[in-house]
């Protein structure tokens, strides 16, 4: 296949020959073709430009009706076209290049570029859907100010939007209006946005630090207006947090979201024009879970975030892709633990990334936070780009501490405002601000996989001294046999025998380690008898670490930590051995026994009614079988299945009773509100309903019927659904799933929900029900949405059903990726992911998913997309 070919280096980065200072368009939009028009004002870079040719790319399914340079129309002897490239070989030092294409948004399924959501135009040009607009050099080192002019159908598109401010509008005798939007700040075109239709909005208004009153829009659909409040709320904290803790005010007078159905990610941070899946923005209690009121608020601030970290300085490059969203998720990360529970959020953080980052880390297309190559960059809008990078982040912030990262983080905007940089400006700039030598800690820029960690420890009574001795090592991956040592912020305490934290340095009762070297040992004198440690606290570094901990003492940890999250850390560590254990017997065919201790020790978290009860809750939930999975060295689907749902019958028949005070204790009065303390106890509750339901007793299912019943949001009636769904209860299962149905078919985001919670049923025959959902009238293949809901929920969050035996999961993703391949590239590709893990499986498994990878390797018509995933999982 020639798209080996096609592989992008980042050691190949070249300055742009051209830049363009200033981009005007104009979109005539119509129901079938929409024509483009673009003005761009062209002139050399300093640094070898002139003479040299110009480029630009464009998708194939862009038609070029027209193109000319400084008003001389381009002849195709003129240019070249190799791929997506269009080469003008000879152009003077500076010139206007107008372009005029043709495009199909209504057919445009792909939903890159400009395209259709239930009606309306929208947009999605991060990392190169521009090309699928117009012909342009879309990299994001070429910045140019926009101003763009929409026009559309007035009775059909009222609302007409783009970047930055609106300058002129005015409307002609055919029914068509038009308005024109400028934007003062240069860009690349990855956050150009555009929108047009029938929308509604909610208005509010911000003041920002410096006086200036911002205004802000949240438009969506009218029969989703009641849903909007909570983002807005969300984004003016967000507004206030980064002016509090990074001194970055707004910047624009305005600053707009809109909501829209069909959309392959999250959000986008175009500027000034926010473009949002409506999963991601909207939310109403009676319509979205705890979950998704957080995800709301995480989204919003992380989309503002990026003004400062992302467009006001951006990427050099996709290579450098990290810069923005390592840096930005840390940022949103930091927000939420400051309106939420800090610890809660660090467990949830730490729990995605040990699953699924680790795994991927672990996997055919592991690669280091910079990638040094790439076939198509919409693969790498990954775990390990957003969370690992984010990691890396707080470790900086962790080795600077607060004061100097806030420095570092000052110098990094003023010295690089209006530019784009990359990541090694970044640390440099970090550097500058606090003095610290950071050129070891920049492996963990161009090292892929995780490190690990390996501890052992001596004491001497005598001498009253402690030493901790510590081994790093990192796996191979792609392309990296070997790897350097890291350099890697280990925070740590010890505590004595009854559980008080020992005073180690200046006072301080957690100290943060460098470990540098590959065998390193550190020493602790004055320790008055054998302490126990307590590693990686608050998990100061994103590494496998493992400690020869004896389950007492796991136990010991879970009562006296002083660190929340390693308290949380200690209950899932005692519950891994445990469960690991287990399989192992299960294997052998030895009946199953649970230590007691676990039970034990979950009985007196439950009884201490001083916790937290959203950490209670955390506490209490067992590591998922994703986790297990990671953890294993051959996945065993059917044992880890089988003793995860052993340990939580019996850990449900051992607390019952306590399960069940807990659970009556938690019940919340009033009205619905998504404050932490809410939440925490609306999880507690669930979580003790979803151990009692493990009991298979009827009289829970009663229970849980009735939580069904009397609930007055969303997340107490989806819980208490799942459980019941889930059930060895068919005929209540079946009614219930009717019911739900039922009453919220008019809301396409429950009904996500719905599919999800069929999809990812562990019993028998789901496949089947998966299979007849697809044909069901709510459910639209060219939706994302309802994609990840129903085929990522079967076959990302349903091991014991994809995995079944007989490969019918994975035949059945075949499948599906066939089909999607061309419609979606993205979310086919995306979809991928259970099948490119086969190497952590039996023989049997693997032949069976590497038949499927081969046999949508050998057809035609491949997608970078889903070309660079398959032929990576194969390699
Ligand atoms: N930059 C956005 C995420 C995003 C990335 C790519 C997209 O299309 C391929 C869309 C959105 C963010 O970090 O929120
Ligand atoms: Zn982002």
Redesign the pocket.
Known sequence: MSQELNEIFLKDYQAPRYLIESTDMHFELHEQDTLVRTRMQVTANVDGGAGAAFELFGHEDVELCRIAINDQVLSEKDYQRQGEKLIVKSVPASFLCETLTRIQPQDNTAL?GLYKSDGMFCT?C??E?FRRITFYPDRPDVMSVFRTTVEADKALYPVLLSNGNPVEQGESDDGRHWITWEDPFPKPAYLFALVAGDLEYIEDSYPTMSDRDVKLLIYGEAKDLDKLEYAMASLKNAMRWDEEVYGREYDLDIYMIVAVDFF??????NKGLNIFNTSCVLAHPKTTTDAGFQRVEGVVA??YF?NWSGNRVTCRDWFQLSLK?GF?VFRDAEFSADMNSRTVKRVEDVALLRTAQFAEDAGPMAHPIRPASFIEI?NF?TLTIYEKGAEVVRMIHTLLGEEQFRAGSDLYFERHDGQAVTTDDFVAAMEDASGRDLSQFRLWYSQAGTPELKFSDEYDPQAHRYVLHVQQSCPASPGQATKEPMHIPLAMGLLDQQGNDLTLVNGETTLVLDVTEAEQSFTFENIQSRPVPSLLRGFSAPVKSHYPYQRDELVFLMANDSDGFSRWDAAQKLAVDIMQSLIHDHQNGVALTLDPRLVDAFRAILEDSTLDKAMVAKVLTLPSEAYLSELATEIDVDAIHHVRNFVRKELAQGLESILLSVYEACELAGEYSPDAASIARRSLRNLCLSYLMATEEARYLALAEEQYVNADNMTDQSAALSMVAHSRFKQAAHKLLERFYKQWQDEALVVNQWFAIQATNPEPGTLADVEALMQHPAFDMKNPNKLRALLGGFCGQNAINFHMADGSGYRFLGDRILELNKQNP?VASRMLTPLTRWKKYGEARQQQMKAQLQRILDSDGLSKDVYEVVSKSLA
């Open positions: 890159e999605q991060e990392a859907g392959n990610m999250g959000a986008m941070e992380h989309e990026h969203e930005t919409s809008y993205q």
